[in-house]
């Protein structure tokens, strides 16, 4: 049975395929919910009525949340939000699939210098409380990022990146037993 990307999300909180049904019980979870809402604004993104249905009650959400996602971000399967509360993300930046955010992350621009531009964040990346991403850089697959870090250059695969400024400690086993219920 193939199934659908919202399906993939909540599967990564529980470990459970979930019907419609029970993907709806569980959006009293404000991370759940978010996450629902803003797979449907990012599916009817382009579409007249729908789209523009979608993004008005994607916006309620950030208001309500303090989640900044944007229907324009790629973001792969599997995306889990681990705490409510604020998060910004630029809507240029791509996310891969099986990553996991935590609560006051931001992941944005930079605007001048040799790494002007939006982060791209690889497969399997746990970010943890209040790192701060910034710039035209890419942070590979397995890669633990933790809390309080800030992050402004390219992290390889296969690390922990600790800090502020960030050091990188290669690590095979970074997001293990972090990075549950993958898809």
Same mark, same amino acid.
């Given at each position: 049975?193939? @199934? ?5 999300? *909540? @599967?990564? %909180?529980?470990? &459970? +395929?979930?019907?419609? *049904?029970?993907?709806?019980? /569980? ?24 789209? %523009? *249905? +979608?993004? *008005?009650? #994607?916006?309620?959400? &950030? $208001? ?5 996602? @944007?229907? !324009?971000? %790629? ?8 705490? +409510?509360?604020?998060?910004? $993300?630029? =809507?240029?930046? /791509? ?19 040799? #790494?002007?531009?939006? =982060?791209?964040?690889?497969? !399997?990346? +746990? ?19 933790? =809390? ?20 990188? @400690? =290669?690590? !095979?086993?970074?997001? %293990?037993?972090?990075?549950?219920? /993958?898809?």
């Amino acid at each position: 049975m193939g @199934y659908t990307l919202i399906q993939k999300d *909540f @599967y990564r %909180e529980s470990g &459970q +395929w979930l019907s419609s *049904f029970e993907i709806w019980k /569980k959006c009293i979870n404000p991370n759940l919910h978010f996450i629902y809402v803003l797979r449907k604004a990012q599916k009817y993104y382009n579409k007249p009525v729908l789209g %523009e *249905f +979608w993004k *008005f009650v #994607l916006r309620h959400y &950030q $208001i309500k949340y303090g989640y900044q996602i @944007y229907p !324009e971000t %790629e973001i792969g399967e599997g995306f889990y939000l681990g705490h +409510w509360g604020s998060l910004v $993300i630029n =809507p240029k930046v /791509k996310i891969g699939k099986n990553c996991n955010i935590a609560q006051g992350v931001t992941i944005g621009q930079q605007n001048r210098g040799k #790494l002007q531009g939006f =982060p791209t964040i690889s497969d !399997e990346v +746990w970010i943890g409380a209040n790192a701060v991403i910034v710039g035209g850089i890419t942070v590979g697959s397995n890669v633990l990022i933790a =809390p309080n870090s800030y992050i402004n250059f390219d992290v390889p695969a296969n690390s922990v990146v600790m800090g502020n400024p960030g050091t990188i @400690y =290669p690590n !095979e086993r970074a997001t %293990e037993a972090y990075i549950n219920h /993958k898809v």
